[in-house]
Structure formats: C-alpha cells, structure tokens
C-alpha cells in the first residue's frame, strides 16, 4: 500500500521462507489452526510484523457488517495469508483470498496449503 512491488516480493519471500520452516518441522496432516500458531511463531522469531485473525467489515444493501470476515495473517499490513489444509486448492480458496485482499486493500496474498508432501506445491502468491 504505499510501498513498491519489489518490497512486498521481499516480504512474501520471508513468510514463505517462514512456512517452510514450520512444514519442514510439522509436515502435513494438522489442523489449519497448528499451522497458524506455528507460522506466527517462526514470524515473530524471525522478527516479522504481523496481526492474525484481522477482522474484515462488509457491506451488504447498505448495512456495515461488522467483522463479517477474518483474515488468518496479515504481514506488516500489506501481505494477506490464507492458511489451508486441503487435499487440493479450489477456486473457492482462490476467491476467499482475492476477496480478502479487495476488503483490506492489500495487493498481495498467500494462499498457504500445508496438507502436501513439499510446501512449495501448496504455495500460491497473487499480486494485484
């Protein structure tokens, strides 16, 4: 949001450098809600800003719903990560993220499946 492409490439890189490590130690198998304790964690170690559990207002015929969304991660107000762990991602999953991203004006999103043999088969990074 204010800053260049090129930083939120950087930033993506280190919490995905994070989720790694985490899918290294765990491998796959848990509750999304492990992961998401774990990845915030190895975030924290590795002295990366971040909020989790963000809650998202909507509208809907003009009535404020007040935190009609959560968020799983949100890195230093400008990554949204969505943690999963599903057999296979689905559009659904693609659709939650970009709406995610749409409500809290972030360009960036990952969309983290931890249920596979190497996390980088479950990685997806959308920009904007």
Wanted: hydrophobic letters at 45%.
């Amino acid at each position: 949001m204010g800053r260049s492409p090129d930083a939120n490439v950087e930033l993506t890189g280190r919490v995905i450098g994070a989720a790694i490590e985490v899918h290294r130690i765990l491998g796959p198998g848990l509750l999304e809600r492990i992961y998401e304790d774990c990845l915030c964690l190895e975030l924290k170690l590795r002295r990366v800003g971040f909020e989790r559990q963000v809650g998202l207002d909507a509208d809907y015929k003009g009535e404020r719903l007040a935190h009609a969304y959560r968020i799983d991660i949100l890195v230093e107000s400008r990554v949204v990560v969505e943690i999963k762990t599903v057999a296979k991602l689905e559009y659904v999953h693609w659709a939650q993220l970009l709406t995610y991203m749409r409500l809290s004006g972030c360009s960036t999103g990952l969309l983290l499946n931890f249920n596979v043999a190497a996390l980088r088969k479950g990685i997806v990074r959308l920009v904007l």
